[in-house]
Nanobody, 124 residues
């Protein structure tokens, strides 16, 4: 079992930056692949970024490539999402998720554990 708690969301102007954190419980954090998803009002949840536990491979959705960076600190049981050059269309509730799969996956159905979400609002 893994419990995930996101933090770091807030209100920022377009072009600004935020760093989201996701603190995880459990002694086997390093054996989970991790992902960030987001859901804007009236829209379906969408994949943002993921990082695997074998080799630490990363994958991003096209709309955030070059702006967002996913990373993990296994010693601190924490997942991060550094978000730069934020745009109003990045406004959403951001969720972290964990899966037992060893490689990155973009499908939310393949994640076993989810956090409660943190709101990110980007003003124009």
């Amino acid at each position: 079992q893994v419990q995930l708690v996101e933090s770091g969301g807030g209100l920022v102007q377009a072009g600004g930056s935020l760093r989201l954190s996701c603190a995880a419980s459990g002694r086997t954090f390093s054996r989970y692949s991790l992902g960030w998803f987001r859901q804007a009002p009236g829209k379906e949840r969408e994949f943002v970024a993921a990082i695997g536990w074998i080799g630490g491979s990363t994958y991003y959705t096209d709309s955030v490539k070059g702006r967002f960076t996913i990373s993990r600190d296994n010693a601190k049981n924490t997942l991060y999402l550094q978000m730069n050059s934020l745009k109003p269309e990045d406004t959403a509730v951001y969720y972290c998720a964990a899966t037992h799969r060893p490689v990155v996956t973009t499908s939310g159905d393949e994640y076993d554990y989810w956090g409660q979400g943190t709101q990110v609002t980007v003003s124009s």
